[in-house]
Every structure is written in structure tokens, then in C-alpha cells.
């Protein structure tokens, strides 16, 4: 099984950056597609970005393409979201996935436990 644990997330006012990291256990860690998900209160959980193996494609909502960037060090077992340009309506519950289906709708085999990113007005 793959373990996944997310930080970085807190408060940050419109027009900030934060940089959230997902720590991955497991032994097969390069070979996984991984993502992010989000869920405000009141709301469905959404996709925001994923990202292959290998680093090569990208994917992102069309809500953050253009603010946010996903990443990865397979070498540290880690993927990264780097989001610029904060919004208030971006506030939500952040959770890092896990085995990510990039050819359908992202859906993945594993969830971090989630992090909180409020962006205040």
C-alpha cells in the first residue's frame, strides 16, 4: 500500500503563495501518476492538477492553470503544488492522491489525509 502525508497548507491573505508538499511511501512510488484534489465546505471534492511519472505531461482545472504548478522528485518521494496568485474561492481542504488515472477523470487509488489553505480577503 502507498501512505501519503501532505503539509504545508495555512493562511495566507488574496494574492499570496503557498507550497504544499505530499510525502509518498512505498517502493513504487516513480512508477504512480500523482495529484491534487480540493474540498470547500458545502462541496463536492474537486480535481486540481496531476502529474505522470515521469514528470512529463501536466494536468490542471481551468480554475488554477496559469496560478498553480504540481511537481515532483521521485528521487525524495515527494509531489509538490506551488500556488501563486491565491484566491479567496481556493480556500479548501487540499488532498494529495495517490496512483492517479490520467486517461479518465483523475481518479486516484490513494488519499493523504488533507491540509488546510485558507485565503482570506
Known amino acids: 500500500q502507498v501512505q501519503l502525508v501532505e503539509s504545508g497548507g495555512g493562511l495566507v491573505q488574496a494574492g499570496g503563495s503557498l507550497t504544499l508538499s505530499c510525502a509518498a511511501s512505498g517502493r513504487t512510488f516513480s512508477s504512480y501518476a500523482m495529484g491534487w484534489f480540493r474540498q470547500a465546505p458545502g462541496k463536492e471534492r474537486e480535481f486540481v492538477a496531476a502529474?505522470?511519472?515521469?514528470?512529463?505531461?501536466?494536468y490542471y482545472a481551468d480554475s488554477v492553470k496559469g496560478r498553480f504548478t504540481i511537481s515532483r522528485d521521485n528521487a525524495k518521494n515527494t509531489v509538490y503544488l506551488q500556488m501563486n496568485s491565491l484566491k479567496p474561492e481556493d480556500t479548501a481542504v487540499y488532498f494529495c492522491a495517490g496512483r492517479v488515472e490520467v486517461t479518465g477523470d483523475y481518479r486516484p487509488d490513494y488519499w493523504g489525509q488533507g491540509t488546510q489553505v485558507t485565503v482570506s480577503s
Open positions: 502529474i505522470t511519472w515521469n514528470g512529463g505531461s501536466t
